[in-house]
């Protein structure tokens, strides 16, 4: 077992000093971009404004014959945008594609210093991340790169699910990870065509009354999966995410399973189409009241500590912390955007 004291030294000789803390940044959509379509690049300087992390998909969705292209475009956009405060991520090919060496070698030596985060795809384990990690700080010493790509696992297999905790706490490097539902329904044999979201199917019944129709109620497929990935990632200081809702044509549904997801503790969710944009933005972004109720149960114990009644609502030392995680959110938002400011009253 390596020594914690060996934890956050450099994999490389002359790699940067892996990072002690996470960067404290609004991160409530990536929005996904397919790199060797010019008609959507074009795009995003203008869109750089809207989003908070902008990532240029390399793997799943990108055709075989595209795959070179979609490099080429993810590193010409990345040299074109001034990003500002908004994230650039690249989703890289699985560990075991033949596209993967070059994604990583050419795009770290053409845009490393600009790269924030390299999304990674199907992790199994600790042995996936251990690999990028080293590889990582060899290319970041070769190129003289200031500060460490950070690494964000999705979360979409059986055994990466089986691996939750270890993957989390894997390397200094880790940034968080998001729940990837359509590889994980396939990976476990789940019987489910859809990306993310509800199952129509996946009921429990009310009790049969007198011969009247009994109500179904829709549970959550991804309940459990979102909380085992919240614990694994709360604990080892990381952020957790919900990944993908492939159905465009359901607001409603992709923001109810947005918002379960941010409920449980997720700070944000993926955009793969523009249309939630917007959707990401109003889930992820505390409600207004509830931010009034924070603010009013901080003010009322200033030093944490004792109880109060608010609005007939007990609060002590547990639920101050609970209004500072809401407080704390909601003045990350307010920096970057000063309608939401005004609506919080900062
Ligand atoms: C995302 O990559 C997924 O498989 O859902
Ligand atoms: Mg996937």
């Known amino acids: 077992m390596k020594l914690p004291r060996q934890f956050y030294q450099p994999l490389a000789i002359g790699a940067p000093a892996p990072l002690r803390e996470l960067p404290v940044k609004l991160e409530r959509m990536i929005h996904f971009v397919p790199p060797h379509v010019e008609k959507v690049t074009a795009k995003v300087p203008e869109l ?31 040299k074109a945008v001034e990003f500002g405060a908004t994230g650039l991520w690249t989703r890289i090919n699985a560990l075991n594609s033949p596209w993967v060496l070059d994604d990583i070698n050419a795009i ?8 924030d985060v390299i999304m990674l795809p199907k992790v199994e384990g600790v042995w996936d991340i251990h690999y990028l990690d080293q590889l990582l700080a060899q290319l970041e010493a070769k190129h003289s790169i200031q500060k460490p790509i950070l690494i964000h696992a999705i979360l979409e297999t059986a055994q990466g699910v089986n691996n939750v905790e270890a993957i989390a706490t894997a390397s200094p490097r880790m940034h968080g990870m998001s729940l990837g539902p359509a590889d994980l329904a396939a990976s476990r044999g789940m019987k489910t065509t859809r990306v993310g979201g509800g199952h129509p199917d996946y009921v429990v019944l009310a009790d049969a009354k007198d011969g009247a129709t009994r109500e179904k109620f829709q549970q959550d497929l991804w309940h459990y999966t979102t909380a085992k990935m919240v614990d694994a990632c709360a604990s080892a200081g990381i952020k957790p995410f919900y990944g993908p809702f492939g159905d465009f044509s359901d ?11 941010f409920l449980m503790g997720c700070a944000g ?3 793969l189409h523009p249309s939630q944009i917007g959707i990401a933005k109003r889930v992820f972004s505390p409600d207004p009241a509830e931010v009034a109720m924070a603010r009013k149960i901080i003010a009322a114990m200033p030093d944490g500590t004792g109880a109060a009644m608010i609005d007939g609502k007990m609060q002590d030392d547990a639920t101050w912390k609970q209004a500072k ?5 909601a003045r990350l938002v307010a920096a970057k955007d000063p309608d939401m400011a005004a609506r919080y009253g900062f």
Do not use: T, Y
């Not at 607001?251 to 997801?261: I, K």
């Not at 995680?325 to 959110?329: E, K, N, Q, T, Y």
């Open 325 to 329: 995680v809401v407080v704390d959110l």
């Open 108 to 115: 770290v030596a053409a845009i490393g210093h600009k790269l």
């Open 269 to 271: 969710a993926w955009s």
């Open 48 to 78: 750089v404004r809207q989003i908070d992390v902008v990532l240029g998909n390399l793997e799943d969705a990108i055709p075989a014959d595209a795959k070179a292209a979609a490099r080429v475009g993810f590193i010409a956009m990345a």
């Open 251 to 261: 607001p409603d549904g992709c923001e109810a399973q947005f918002r379960n997801s």
